[in-house]
């Protein structure tokens, strides 16, 4: 729902050799660096790119992207890389919002970001892996329902 927040889990913990970036519309808005010396989100990665200004918090501890107060045009794909020493993993999220009107003011409804796919490429052998899942926040209670 729009002015809501939602979170992009990476359903990582991630450590000082990881490099985290996160992309929406092939636009860098937000990454951590291997030893955390250069984390930036928004305007501070990209100086064209103040769509999300002020509204994106990095988890530092697991590199999720917390997008807050949101906007029917946030909607669309995210992607997520991760570099570590071993290992590449990328994960792509869908974000539908949905637009205030009085219907929807008066209903409960959500945002929701669902990750489409997620691929990982060891150096010596390579995996595919898809995920879909749904996080619907209420007034009351959070959900994180995640399919295989």
Known sequence: M????????TD?????????????????I????RDQSKTCTDVQCNNDTERFRDRLKLDHQ?????????????????TLLITS????????????????????????AAAE???ISAVTT???????ESQQGAWLSGETNETNDQLN
């Open 2 to 9: 729009e002015g809501d927040s939602v979170t992009l889990n």
């Open 12 to 28: 990582v913990v991630i450590t000082q050799q990881d490099r985290i970036r996160w992309y929406y519309n092939y636009t860098r």
């Open 30 to 33: 937000a990454q951590i660096n």
């Open 62 to 78: 697991t590199g999720s992207l917390i997008i807050t107060n949101t906007t029917d045009t946030d909607s669309g794909e995210y």
């Open 85 to 108: 020493s071993d290992s590449d993993s990328e994960k792509i999220f869908s974000v539908s919002v949905t637009a205030l009107t009085s219907l929807t003011r008066r209903t409960a």
């Open 113 to 115: 970001a669902t990750p």
């Open 122 to 128: 060891n150096r010596s052998t390579a995996s595919t």
